[in-house]
């Protein structure tokens, strides 16, 4: 099976991934988010925030240095992920069989929903880029469900031949609509982020 550069390990042990050991995150990606946060100012203290494909943590890890104490976390992966967040809680499962109302638990709904969620990748580069679709349209599905009027989203997602039409429904669910690729994107990368501001509910066609 070939390799697709986007899982490519030996690229991992950047500039990012040293500078993530260093201030005690999980991994590399945590300066996406950071970044995308500084230029368009999502998460604010006390917010909730669900994060879906939270491995390995560091998005939660950041999520939770903005919120403080008074915020909530949660966090959703195939993957156990135990970060010790007083605030947080993390649940193994599939995002495709996840009951939105689990998620939610006790909370109303949430402030902001985030998914850095990727398929795995198979070096074929439209079957990447329409696993990576189905993955994106399941967190706006989720978004949907839980998230609060005014709400904020970010989701990854591959170029691809129905790019344009998911940027388009997110245009229809939010006030607006910013697409960031953000510098810890690996140049050779084919994902963007869409970052949805202003939840105002999905939208018929």
Request: positive net charge.
């Amino acid at each position: 099976m070939a390799r697709s550069k986007l899982g490519d390990r030996k690229s991992r042990h950047d500039r990012f991934h040293e500078k993530a050991r260093k201030r005690g995150f999980n991994s590399r990606a945590v300066f996406k988010l950071e970044e995308i946060d500084r230029k368009l100012h999502i998460i604010v203290r006390n917010h909730r925030v669900l994060d879906l494909g939270c491995a390995p943590g560091s998005w939660l890890q950041y999520a939770a240095t903005k919120t403080g104490p008074g915020g909530h976390l949660v966090g959703i992966d195939r993957f156990e992920v135990d970060l010790g967040l007083p605030n947080g809680r993390t649940i193994v499962g599939n995002v495709y069989h996840s009951d939105p109302e689990d998620l939610l638990g006790d909370l109303e709904g949430f402030d902001i929903v985030l998914s850095d969620m990727a398929p795995d990748t198979t070096g074929i580069r439209h079957l990447d880029q329409t696993r990576s679709e189905q993955l994106f349209e399941r967190a706006l599905d989720i978004a949907d469900a839980t998230i609060v009027p005014g709400g904020k989203f970010v989701g990854k997602l591959f170029m691809g031949g129905e790019f344009q039409a998911l940027v388009k429904r997110c245009r229809k669910s939010y006030e607006k609509v910013k697409i960031v690729k953000p510098e810890g994107s690996r140049k050779e990368s084919i994902e963007q982020y869409i970052c949805g501001l202003g939840y105002r509910g999905p939208q018929d066609s």
